[in-house]
T-cell receptor, first 110, second 113 residues
Framework: RKEVEQDPGPFNVPEGATVAFNCTYSNSASQSFFWYRQDCRKEPKLLMSVYSSGNEDGRFTAQLNRASQYISLLIRDSKLSDSATYLCVVNKGTGNQFYFGTGTSLTVIP | GAGVSQSPSNKVTEKGKDVELRCDPISGHTALYWYRQSLGQGLEFLIYFQGNSAPDKSGLPSDRFSAERTGGSVSTLTIQRTQQEDSAVYLC???????????FGPGTRLLVL
């Protein structure tokens, strides 16, 4: 089983739609969780950290479910500029490694 | 401020040659990571440096791969006797401290012919 699993998509949604991605992780000792965004042929960039109580940043909401070992990302009112690959990132739990999911591809259509 | 920089941005080499990839982390960041990303794949952890501690080399795929970090700043990833399967984007990231947000450089695209 992979350390971090994501639905690769692709998700094709119209502008203004709400879309949600889930990511499951296997290490119950993981403590740090992030969502990164990666544009085509670019480096990953932090979108947001994920906190235990859930957190929101504008149109983006991240949640953590420790019992079921998954994190989610909700994007409201999708914009064309949201088109990218979204990477789920989880720390190893022990040590300092991070595991990256293979990413979920999102295309927002006019 | 200046972000993470990497050089070269692109490298084409012949099978069997050695290559050196450089990473300049954000000033003051104590943690530095190297990853590899093959086409359409996720990021594969290679090696991690934290301050003056011994590096975590557990992700290096073979003994042809090695990395150094001099003076707690610049890092060099060396691949000896390159193989075609080494072709990938090599990404460097730094963070202020362990387990915190990582900031990525633009990567080095390596093509082994």
């Amino acid at each position: 089983r992979k350390e971090v699993e994501q639905d690769p998509g692709p998700f094709n949604v119209p502008e203004g739609a709400t879309v949600a991605f889930n990511c499951t992780y296997s290490n119950s000792a993981s403590q740090s969780f992030f969502w990164y965004r990666q544009d085509c042929r670019k480096e990953p960039k932090l979108l947001m950290s994920v906190y235990s109580s859930g957190n929101e940043d504008g149109r983006f909401t991240a949640q953590l479910n420790r019992a079921s070992q998954y994190i989610s990302l909700l994007i409201r009112d999708s914009k064309l500029s949201d088109s990218a690959t979204y990477l789920c990132v989880v720390n190893k739990g022990t040590g300092n490694q991070f595991y990256f999911g293979t990413g979920t591809s999102l295309t927002v259509i006019p | 401020g200046a972000g993470v920089s990497q050089s070269p941005s692109n490298k084409v080499t012949e099978k069997g040659k050695d290559v050196e990839l450089r990473c300049d982390p954000i000033s003051g960041h104590t943690a530095l990571y190297w990853y590899r990303q093959s086409l359409g794949q996720g990021l594969e952890f290679l090696i991690y440096f934290q301050g003056n501690s011994a590096p975590d080399k557990s992700g290096l795929p073979s003994d042809r791969f090695s990395a150094e970090r001099t003076g707690g700043s610049v890092s060099t990833l060396t691949i000896q006797r390159t193989q075609q399967e080494d072709s990938a984007v090599y990404l460097c990231a730094s963070s202020p401290r362990a387990r915190e947000t990582q900031y990525f450089g633009p990567g080095t695209r390596l093509l082994v012919l």
